[in-house]
């Protein structure tokens, strides 16, 4: 199963209002778009969302050609499945080593 890297990182915080003022007002990040439950931040060419979360989370993205086959390619090397959406939506792995990550479906990124 090949994966990449993508752009997107995301925090989540039990604070997301205040880490969202912090970064906009001190750091200086523009928002380009804001919902009820997530803020993005303008950082090109990086893609920074901020969340509400139960815990301080810093989530990177990892891309794939096939979601449901690196789901099971995943829990077969000891990950462990958190939130699963499905795809186009949040699906969250902690792998063995407690790092968090999304997987994203994207098989244009592997030239399909």
Aim: a negative charge; proline letters at 6%.
């Amino acid at each position: 199963m090949p994966y990449k890297f993508s752009r997107c990182f995301a925090m989540e915080h039990p604070q997301s209002t205040e880490l969202i003022r912090f970064y906009r007002e001190q750091i200086g990040l523009k928002i380009v778009e804001a919902g009820p439950d997530q803020v993005e931040f303008g950082t090109d060419p990086v893609r920074l969302f901020v969340n509400q979360g139960d815990q301080q989370t810093l989530i990177f993205e990892l891309i794939v050609p096939d979601l449901e086959k690196a789901r099971e390619d995943l829990t077969a090397k000891g990950c462990e499945i958190l939130r699963w959406e499905g795809k186009g939506k949040t699906c969250y792995v902690r792998d063995p080593f407690g790092f968090v990550f999304n997987i994203w479906e994207d098989p244009s990124a592997f030239g399909a």
